[in-house]
Structures are given as C-alpha cells and as structure tokens.
C-alpha cells in the first residue's frame, strides 16, 4: 500500500460483499484489484444504490454518508485517516484533523434519486430534480455554495443548459453576480461564441453570448453533475477565451468513477455529493 | 393583470435590460431575449423581487418552471416563498415515471412532461416562463398541474406579447406579467 492512500470499505448489509474504495490525491478509485490483492473474498454484489459523502475537508478521509434509504456499516477502518469512531457503529468516521462534514450534506445526499439504466442501459442516472422537491435540501444546498463564494469577488456565475439554469441563477443573486447561460447551439439569439467538445460518441457545441462576460472578470461555472468533465471544459474554454478568470467549477454531484476531475487540470471542483455511476457489479469482480 | 400597468418603480429598469433581437429564430420574428436582463445583478434581482412580493404568502407550495428559460426565473422564486420546484421539460429528459402533455406549434406539435409524483393533488402551484406569447406552453403546464389534481392559482411571465393573445388561451388561469411587448 503506497503512502498517501485511504481505504474505506463499507458493506451495505451483511450478506453483501465489501465495496471497496480507496482515495489518493482527493480521487476515488475503485478497488477491485486491491480486494484481490487483499486476500478478501467477494460475494457477488447485488446492486446498490450508493451515495457517499463527499470530501469537503482535506482528502485524507472519506466521510460515510447517513443516508436515510440504506445501512451502510464500516467493516474495515481506513488505513491512513485516524479514526476515532467505533468502526462498528454506521455512522460517520471522525477524523481529528479534518473538520466535521457539514450537516447540511446527509440531507442533500440522501434527497438525489438514482434511476438505474437511464438513459440507456448500464448508466445510474443522477436525479437531482427530488432534490428540488426538498425545499430545506435545496435550500441548504445553495446555501453551501453561496456560502462558499460570496465575499470572492465573483462577478460571473455561468450555468450550463439545462440544470446549470436551476441552481446558477440563485447562487448568481446571493453573490450579486450576473448570470450568464452556457447553452446548445442555435438557443442564444445574436452574437455568440461557439466552443466543440467530445461526448462518447460524436461531438456537441457550447455557445455564450458574445458581450455577456469581459476581460478579468472573475467567473464561477455551475452544473448539477460532472461525469468526464468534458462540458465542463468546454465551459472554461469558452470563458477563458475572453480572457476571464475561471476561478472555481461548482457542482451538486461528483461521478468520481469518471475522473472528471482530472480533466479539469489545475481548474478546482467543488461538489457536494458523491455518486456511482456503475452498477456494483460492472467494478466489482467476483472472486473465482 | 401586469405589472407594467401598476407603474411599479422598478419595471422601467427591468423593461429596459430586455434586448430584441430581430428575425431569430427566423425572419420576421423580433425575439425577446432575457438573457440582457440577467446580467444586471439589480435588475435580475428585482424580478425575482416583484414576483416574491406577490406570492409569498398564499401557500403556494409548487413553482412550476418551463423548460430552459422558466428554469432560470422559477427556482429563485420557488427557493424565496418556500415552496418546491418542478421543471416541466421536453420529451426524454425526465428520468422515471412522467406524464406527458401534448400541444400545438404554429406548425406541428411539441409535448411536455413532468414528473410522476412531484406534485400532489390540491396542491397549489404557480407556472412561471420567461415569455408568453400564444399560450399553448403555459396552456400544457396548466393541463399537466390539473390532471394530478393541482390547482393552479397563476401565470407568471417576465414578458407578454399581447398582440397574440395568449392569456385567451389558459383555461381562465389568471396572468400577471412584468412587461408588455407589442
């Protein structure tokens, strides 16, 4: 085990296998060929809805999630966070040198809906529109981000079609920044700038207005999720290109399985919650 | 009814950050575009403002928001009276359980779909849209909100383009907007 790794493995239920995580560099990958290198047997999982708290604090922990829909229980304690909870009970590890998750975080979590094989099969769709019904969670939930940014000088808050227009526009009021709308083509009438990217298959186009954003303007971008990170590109290429300074990509939930943050490069992510985009048996193998 | 003709201070401002854009999407329409509007912190802040002023208050517990320009308007509000959002969106986007509503275009039809479940029986909702112009969008929100029993108490539009008579065409649901566009 290489310095600078937290494991966490959880098991939702007893008679389901240990899913397996390990952290390195504030990036969660699956563990599959550490479970085997580990001499743990697996059973095979059945699937599971799995929302995990995210790292807001420093990337040496990973926080459980008290999640309303599931049991988890921490069957191992991560090698490397100090741990002062009983790893028996299901609830949240402490680590002493990290601050406490804030408890705004369970709601929000616990609030997103997974709907498997949407929109096609083997994808576990993220559903942030339940979150919208919870009028605290929702609440909460731009709370955590205005708290995070007011006070920074942002002056651009930029969202991307379509959820990015949900929770863009009450961050841009709280801070006092205009908001501008990053959308597919041919939707902004009038001059607009136009920026290609990569989806699995083929390729789409972002636009933003000509005029909306100037020169050393310091800029926000918002979506509800980030899976390759690849529209979230697009938008700070879009941004960058007239010479704003993208100061931070704020999201509701993380895929990490996807490793957007890394394509983002230097730019930071902040996100609130944590999701698989897989069902547990497309990362898990069954021992033989 | 409108705030245009209440003579609220602030709609002059929020009138004039309001850009027309000529022929888009095609020749001979002079487009609305709010998109002006949103990049004044003040005056996108007004609106909001105007709009919470009237419906805070009258436990309304459903905003209603049209698919993309209603999602920028109807999530502050929502978030200001407490009350939940719903997007109602284009066919396929919704993941899950939907029920769809189907309506006319000035040439075919298009379809809007909203959640099953996100609203429940006498509920009291609002459907809010950055523009009205015929009314077949708000007209197929309103359906939608009244077949799962929802009682719509009001439209609520930044801009109205009276010359096409859209506040004709939601099933006697009051109108109020901010501004008028002849």
């Not at chain 1, 600078?4 to 699956?30: N, T, W």
């Not at chain 2, 401002?13 to 854009?21: E, L, N, S, T, W």
């Not at chain 2, 506040?167 to 501004?179: A, C, D, F, S, T």
């Amino acid at each position: 085990m290489q310095p600078g790794f937290s494991i966490l493995c959880f098991q939702a239920s007893a008679d389901l296998p240990f899913l397996v995580f390990y952290q390195r560099k504030g990036v969660m990958h699956a563990a599959a060929s550490l479970l085997n290198s580990s001499n743990l047997s697996l059973r095979f999982a059945s699937q599971t809805q799995t929302r995990l708290s995210p790292w807001i604090a420093a990337p040496s922990s990973v926080r459980l999630p008290l999640n309303r829909s599931q049991n988890y229980r921490i069957a191992l304690p991560p090698l490397h966070s100090t741990v002062s909870g009983d790893s028996t009970q299901p609830q949240q590890m402490a680590s002493a040198d990290v601050k406490a998750q804030d408890p705004r975080i369970a709601g929000i979590s616990s609030a997103i809906r997974v709907i498997p094989d949407f929109p096609k099969p083997g994808i576990m769709f993220q559903d942030i529109t339940t979150l919208l019904l919870d009028t605290k969670a929702f609440r909460d939930t731009i709370d955590l981000f205005v708290e995070r940014y007011k006070d920074k000088n942002i002056s651009v808050v930029a969202g991307i079609e379509a959820r990015g227009f949900i929770f863009g526009p009450p961050i841009a009021l709280a801070i006092g920044a205009k908001f501008v709308p990053m959308r597919k083509p041919k939707k902004l009438p009038g001059e607009v700038i136009s920026e290609e990217y990569s989806l699995e298959y083929g390729k789409d186009v972002m636009e933003m207005h000509v005029g909306a954003v100037q020169a050393g303007e310091r800029a926000l971008i918002v979506d509800d999720l980030v899976a390759t990170g690849g529209t979230l590109s697009a938008a700070i290429r879009l941004l960058e290109r007239v010479g704003v300074h993208v100061v931070e990509c704020a999201c509701v939930i993380e895929l990490p399985e996807l490793k957007g943050r890394e394509r983002l490069g230097e730019k930071p992510l902040f996100v609130l919650s944590l999701g698989l985009c897989s069902k547990l048996e497309n990362f898990i193998k069954p021992s033989d | 009814m409108s705030a245009y003709k209440d003579k609220d201070a602030r709609i002059n401002g929020i009138k004039d950050q309001i850009r027309v854009v000529p022929n888009f999407p095609k020749p001979g329409i002079m487009f609305q575009d709010i998109t002006t509007l949103l990049l004044k912190p003040k005056e996108f802040k007004d609106t909001i403002d105007m709009f919470v002023e009237r419906y805070k208050g009258k436990n309304i517990s459903v905003v209603a928001g049209i698919e993309a320009r209603g999602f920028i308007f109807g999530p502050p509000i929502a978030l200001a009276i407490g009350a939940k959002f719903v997007p109602l969106r284009k066919p396929k986007k919704l993941p899950g359980k939907v029920i769809s509503e189907e309506y006319i275009l000035e040439y075919g039809r298009d379809c809007l779909e909203m959640h099953v479940g996100a609203v429940e029986s006498a509920e009291r909702a609002l459907v809010v849209d950055d523009l009205i112009a015929t009314g077949g969008t708000l007209c197929a929100a309103i359906n939608l909100l009244e077949r799962v029993g929802a009682e719509v108490v009001e439209c609520a539009c930044v801009i109205e383009l009276p010359d096409l008579k859209g506040r004709e065409r939601l099933n006697g649901k009051p109108l109020y907007v901010l501004v008028e566009s002849h």
